[in-house]
């Protein structure tokens, strides 16, 4: 499997400008040549060339006029001879040019073969080929100057050096066990113990930015909670600029949750317009009703961000409690809609945020928005913009930051190392129990950039890349 010549689409299939058919392997040179025909034969081409001329299918008719890059090992992205055939795009042309290249001996390949080969030919460490596929769903600038970091070597650095100075902890531990009576010196145990809490402290800082990471690589999710007709489908209307979700004078007309996203300031915002909150017990919420308040539940407790909507004109305290209570431990913004119109009654319009039950610590804004109309919600679009420092941390040192699933259980498994091995000098424990803890936090690290890593979890990872990558 190794020595087999793969080949994939490496771009989306579909009505596109131009489409890259890639081939890797020992054979690819010779593959492309009984295809194309250009002034110059593949396999007599140097590396990094493009050579210009028509693609022939099996039977020798013309499928295309192409652009064909020849790269040579090692000098390619796998460090096998790789090709890249440049045709026009659509979906006829490209699988044709695949087809050709299969009939000649090409084996189609699996999803992510191609960086798992750049990877087991030493071109990239594991931490770099995660972060090719994050790099490809990267859904803000931010998540794709992460990626680039990582994959130019950032998060490798970083191991590199946290192992430099683990290694001397290790060994003076190591030689108290097996050459006891050649250690003269008197063992202090606090200052070693010191030394793996300074090992151990920029991991946790590492792990402390894992929730940023992830949200700038997914995108925040934020909801739109509010009693019946306060307005929140027209501000989510507002938001993304057309009218994504149904509107009524009809209290109740939201069922479902309706989703959409913004985009602000490079940031994917996943908006969701959530069904009224009412007491689901009511006589009068019948099993669509209760449906949806267990969907908008479900929301709440899913956000990264809530959006509160209360009626600036018709503030109805023990309602407007009950949506606020869904979000107690979540950052919040509260909008004040239907800000044009006047006050019902004799009770405050704008009641203080602890009188809904409100931590001060939660509430990140309070606006007010005339959703109707044109500009009614740039104000609240401001304040989502002012909150995104708050949700996602500052920019510096985050570019480092890992956030794969795999890479957070190692970090934890390796900050939990050090600590044990520190609380085991503190508490002058047995040199080997320590000595092992320091060994399985090295042994951690490693894993983080692929050394002694079990196949399975290698194949677990690039199995989660598309094909052509």
Not at 77 to 88: A, N, Q
Not at 183 to 211: H, N, Y
Not at 287 to 300: F, I, M
Not at 395 to 420: C, K, P, W
Request: charged share 25%.
């Amino acid at each position: 499997m190794a020595n087999d010549t793969i080949v994939a689409l490496a771009t989306s299939p579909g009505e596109s400008a131009i489409a890259v058919v890639r081939l890797s392997g020992p054979s690819a040179l010779s593959i492309a040549a009984r295809r194309f025909q250009g002034r110059r034969s593949p396999e007599r081409s140097p590396s990094h060339r493009i050579l210009f001329g028509t693609f022939l299918s099996a039977d020798g008719s013309p499928i295309d006029t192409v652009l064909l890059s020849v790269f040579r090992e090692p000098r390619s992205y796998t460090g096998e001879d790789v090709v890249e055939i440049s045709s026009h795009g659509g979906r006829t042309i490209p699988r044709a040019v695949l087809e050709s290249l299969i009939a000649c001996g090409a084996r189609p390949a699996r999803p992510g073969e191609f960086t798992e080969r750049a990877y087991r030919n030493g071109k990239i460490d594991l931490a770099q080929a995660e972060s090719v596929a994050a790099l490809v769903k990267a859904r803000s600038d931010r998540a794709a100057r992460a990626a680039r970091a990582t994959l130019g070597g950032a998060l490798s650095r970083r191991v590199a050096e946290l192992d430099r100075e683990l290694v001397p902890l290790l060994a003076e531990v190591e030689a108290r066990i097996d050459f006891p009576s050649d250690v003269g010196e008197a063992f202090d145990g606090r200052a070693l113990a010191a030394r793996c809490a300074a090992l151990a402290a920029p991991v946790r800082e590492w792990i402390s930015k894992l929730p940023s990471a992830r949200r700038r690589e997914e995108g925040l999710r934020v909801a739109l909670l509010g009693r019946p007709n306060v307005g929140k489908s027209s501000l989510l209307n507002a938001l993304v600029g057309y009218g994504r979700a149904i509107v009524s004078e009809t209290p109740g007309t939201t069922r479902d949750t309706v989703e959409e996203s913004i985009w602000v300031d490079g940031v994917e915002l996943r908006l969701t317009d959530t069904a009224g909150v009412r007491n689901p017990a009511s006589p009068t919420a019948g099993p669509v009703e209760r449906l949806g308040l267990e969907r908008t539940d479900r929301a709440a407790r899913g956000a990264d961000l809530a959006i509160l909507v209360f009626d600036r004109s018709d503030f109805r305290a023990e309602a407007d409690r009950t949506a606020a209570a869904l979000v107690e431990d979540r950052p919040v913004v509260v909008a004040w809609n239907k800000a044009d119109l006047p006050a019902r009654g004799n009770g405050p319009s704008r009641p203080a945020p602890e009188s809904l039950g409100l931590a001060a610590r939660q509430l990140l804004a309070e606006v007010e928005t005339v959703a109707v109309r044109p500009g009614g919600a740039d104000l609240l679009l401001g304040a989502l913009r002012s909150a995104l420092p708050h949700l996602l941390g500052t920019a510096s040192g985050e570019e480092i930051a890992a956030t794969s699933a795999r890479q957070e259980v190692l970090l934890a498994d390796i900050a939990a190392a050090l600590e044990r091995a520190e609380q085991g000098l503190l508490g002058d424990e047995s040199y080997d129990l320590i000595a092992a803890d320091l060994t399985d936090a090295r042994r951690l690290l490693g894993e983080l950039v692929g050394r002694g890593v079990d196949q399975d979890v290698i194949a677990a990872v690039f199995s989660n890349f598309c094909i052509g990558k």
